[in-house]
């Protein structure tokens, strides 16, 4: 009789888990960093219109696509963690997503009117402090940055990665871990309030879509709305 040779286990997912969140610890840690090192007023100011120059996005770039390398690298193999499927429905997906973006903006309306000593869409610096026509190209090629790569990376990382790798810990707490992952990775104080229930409004639509696309289009349509509003308030 020929014996089977044993096949060998499925390796454990424990070494991604923690390359994942050694990853995002240090993602957090080098922003808080920068956020706390630029927190003069003449740093901050000199950052507000950082979307008006082609550094910003070719720095940007290049920043997100090391970004991706590293998160494919975790999934290597296992492409199934990064959720890049079709959603098990695109009409459930497009109420859900609907849903998120209505209970997002309502959220920030209320933040809004909250006594905070800065507020969380001007925190980060990046919000141009008026409309220049004559460096439209630069805001153009930094929209795409913020409202396409942006958001494809992080949701990859995130909802994808992140969530499909502590999914053993049950749907509620991956979904909250997930949420509370997310605002801190953008080295954020007063923002936290706006971006953990983003975070976590993105990886409820993740889980009930079984797909991180749908968090990508709602993702990129929130950096492009905040940029828009930017603008044309200033």
């Not at 153009?140 to 940055?145: F, G």
Request: glycine share 8%.
């Amino acid at each position: 009789m020929e014996v089977e040779a044993a096949q060998p286990r499925p390796r454990t997912s424990h070494t991604r888990l923690i390359c994942w969140t050694v990853f995002v610890g240090l993602i957090a840690a080098i922003n808080y960093a920068a956020r706390f090192a630029g927190s003069g007023s003449t740093n901050r100011t000199s950052t507000h219109d950082a979307v008006y120059s082609y550094s910003t996005f070719v720095g940007g770039t290049v920043l997100y696509a090391v970004w991706l390398g590293i998160v494919l690298l975790i999934a290597i193999d296992r492409f199934d963690l990064l959720a890049l499927r079709r959603p098990t429905s695109w009409s459930k997906a497009s109420g859900s997503a609907l849903a998120v973006i209505v209970a997002v903006f309502v959220w920030e309306g209320v933040v809004s009117k909250l006594p905070l000593p800065e507020s969380p869409g001007k925190e980060q610096g990046l919000t141009p402090t008026g409309w220049e026509p004559a460096h439209a190209g630069a805001f153009a090629a930094n929209l795409v940055l913020f409202a396409m790569i942006a958001p494809f990376v992080e949701e990859l990382t995130f909802r994808g990665v992140g969530q499909s790798l502590l999914r053993f810990l049950g749907r509620v707490p991956s979904i909250l871990l997930v949420g509370i992952a997310f605002g801190l990775a953008h080295g954020l104080l007063e923002a936290l309030i706006v971006l953990v229930p983003f975070g976590i409004a993105l990886a409820w639509l993740r889980d009930r879509t079984d797909s991180a696309v749908p968090g990508m289009f709602v993702h990129g349509l929130f950096n492009a709305a905040a940029l828009a509003a930017a603008v044309l308030v200033s």
